[in-house]
């Protein structure tokens, strides 16, 4: 059944890294808006938090392929055709590309890139048949690379085109697919990239720690900054919502002040232009 301006409890929805942050505020919007929410959770413990109403917890580590083809067993085995997916698992694993070991890259591209298209490749059979949606949730990162998210940016840069291929393919077959696009936001995941940038940090050799002093002391305050001046995660939810509910949704919703006028700065900027701004920002 193809998406309408008003949902039925009849209808699931799929939400990705529902223990926090925008998957926690999406699963409980999703539920006020009247779907049942499978909501991603990877541990026991936070499964018992989310649990709500509408919103049924399922464990799922979307770099498990047992998980995965598990979650796609249980939506196919509901009678309620599933409207949307909703990608948000990620992780934020930011060092200097030159001191960033590959192990490191491999686990955040595993989780950012490779987990999402395998939740969407064991979900899509079921969005084909109810002409559901995909929405994925993205980052003024997948825009602009800022120096220290090297990483973080490649996995969104890369979902940025890995949607955009997916829309071109399935649309003609009734399945929507949106990108979220939010700009600083007071998540967990900030917590935890900083102090996944401080366990790297700890890590480069000497020299390397000279060399980019500078730069992590502008990366720790821009995403201490985020952490105090960012959005709440429900604005992010309210942007999930409508991607869903709106009868034509748009392909990309940036979501607050500065992840728009950052879209728009990588249209109408050279790139050394773009460099000094990006470069003044964090201070550096």
Do not use: C
């Amino acid at each position: 059944m193809n998406a309408t301006n008003s949902s039925t409890p009849a209808e699931l929805v799929v939400v990705t890294g529902a223990s926090t942050g925008i998957g926690r505020a999406s699963a409980r919007r999703l539920a006020a808006d009247g779907f049942h929410v499978l909501a991603g959770v990877r541990t026991e413990a936070a499964a018992a938090e989310v649990k709500a109403g509408r919103v049924e917890p399922v464990l799922l580590d979307i770099t498990d392929e047992g998980q995965v083809a598990a979650l796609a067993d249980r939506v196919g085995a509901d009678r309620r055709p599933l409207r949307a997916v909703v990608n948000n698992a990620g992780i934020a694993v930011n060092a200097p590309i030159e001191a960033l070991p590959l192990p490191e890259w491999r686990r955040q591209f595993d989780v950012s890139v490779f987990g999402q298209v395998a939740v969407i490749q064991a979900l899509l059979p079921a969005l084909l048949r109810s002409g559901g949606r995909v929405v994925n949730i993205g980052s003024t990162g997948g825009k602009v690379a800022m120096p220290g998210f090297g990483a973080y940016s490649g996995a969104k840069f890369a979902m940025e085109a890995i949607s955009d291929s997916l829309r071109r393919e399935v649309e003609p077959f009734g399945v929507s697919v949106a990108v979220i696009v939010p700009g600083a936001v007071r998540t967990r995941l900030t917590e935890r990239g900083g102090a996944t940038a401080a366990r790297l940090a700890e890590a480069m050799t000497p020299e390397q720690r000279t060399r980019y002093a500078g730069l992590m002391t502008a990366f720790r305050a821009t995403t201490e900054s985020w952490g105090t001046g960012g959005l709440d995660a429900s604005v992010v939810a309210a942007a999930v919502s409508k991607a869903i509910h709106e009868r034509k949704p748009r392909t990309r919703y940036a979501v607050g002040r500065d992840a728009a006028v950052m879209t728009r700065l990588t249209h109408l900027v050279s790139d050394r232009l773009l460099d000094r701004m990006v470069r003044r920002t964090m201070g550096l």
